[in-house]
């Protein structure tokens, strides 16, 4: 084959890459290529194209970190989250989502809701400018936070979670409870904490990044509440017992984790989140 008909392999792009993160000026690479029969013409456009692509996924992505999940190789149905059975609804890859059926029972989601109601405040949403906390148009709930292992309930669903996701219970915020009354909604979001927003580096000193959210529906509205995915064209129902999985291995739109709480339309929505960092949050 004529050399000018070479093509390019993923091969050849990531030695060009690593030539150039070496400190290898282009000229050096070129001299390389052409040594090893590259035709000028085609060793400067693949030069070119492959640096051009690097430096702009660089510049745009930031690097994917390790994020929660549970085993779903071989297409499970069930899944052992230790002192109980979880079902495997739905899964979607992009966003990494999961549905799971079967998490809590009736009477865990009863006695969370009963425990949490004497607690509620209006909710707050994180204050990005400074890393304080606000309220918030966007998020009409009510709320509370348990501490982490808050009380034998919370512990014992805390260790399911760190089994079911293979992530450390230490990782976990504390188990965070909203009610949603009608006309009560959440707009769309994403759940890590904006790289670009000046109180950020404030907040990331707690545990580091959200890699994972669990939302845990405890009441089932009658109408609406369901939580949206507005970029998977996808909303999960708010049964009670179920709850909704998803990661995001870097804090970046390219996740595709968009979500809100679709306003309640009638009846009252309560759900239990567990937010997962990356490292020990405390
Ligand atoms: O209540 C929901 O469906 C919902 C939607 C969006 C909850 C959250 N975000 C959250 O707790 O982060
Ligand atoms: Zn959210």
Excluded at 13 to 22: L, V
Excluded at 65 to 73: D, E, K, Q
Excluded at 245 to 250: I, N, T
Aim: with cysteine.
């Amino acid at each position: 084959m004529p050399q000018t008909a070479q093509t390019a392999t993923p091969a050849l792009r990531q030695w060009i890459i690593d030539q150039a993160e070496a400190g290898f000026a282009p000229d050096a690479v070129l001299a390389s290529m052409r040594a090893s029969g590259w035709s000028e013409d085609v060793a400067i456009a693949t030069l070119e194209s492959t640096l051009t692509t690097h430096l702009q996924t660089r510049q745009t992505l930031p690097a994917a970190v390790p994020v929660p999940g549970p085993a779903l190789h071989g297409d499970p149905l069930w899944l052992d989250a230790g002192d109980r059975q979880v079902q495997v609804l739905s899964v979607l890859r992009n966003p990494q989502l999961v549905v799971f059926g079967n998490l809590l029972s009736g009477d865990e989601c009863d006695a969370l809701v009963a425990l949490a109601a004497p607690r509620l405040s209006r909710s707050l949403t994180v204050e990005t400018q400074s890393g304080g906390e606000e309220v918030h148009v966007d998020r009409t709930s009510d709320g509370m936070f348990f501490t982490r292992g808050d009380n034998p309930l919370v512990q014992r669903i805390e260790a399911r979670i760190a089994r079911l996701l293979h992530w450390p219970a230490q990782n976990g915020e504390g188990l965070q409870v909203l009610r949603y009354q009608p006309g009560a909604q959440y707009k769309p979001h994403y759940d890590y904490f904006d790289p670009a927003e000046p109180g950020t580096p404030t907040i990331l000193k707690r545990g580091g990044q959200r890699v994972g959210t669990l939302i845990m529906y405890l009441k089932s509205p009658e109408q609406g509440g369901a939580t949206t995915f507005p970029d998977a064209h996808l909303q999960v129902a708010p049964q009670r017992g179920n709850a909704v999985f998803f990661s995001y291995d870097r804090a970046h739109p390219s996740t595709r984790t968009l979500h809100g709480g679709a306003p309640v339309l009638a009846g009252e929505k309560w759900i239990a989140t567990k937010w997962l960092r990356e490292r020990e949050f405390n």
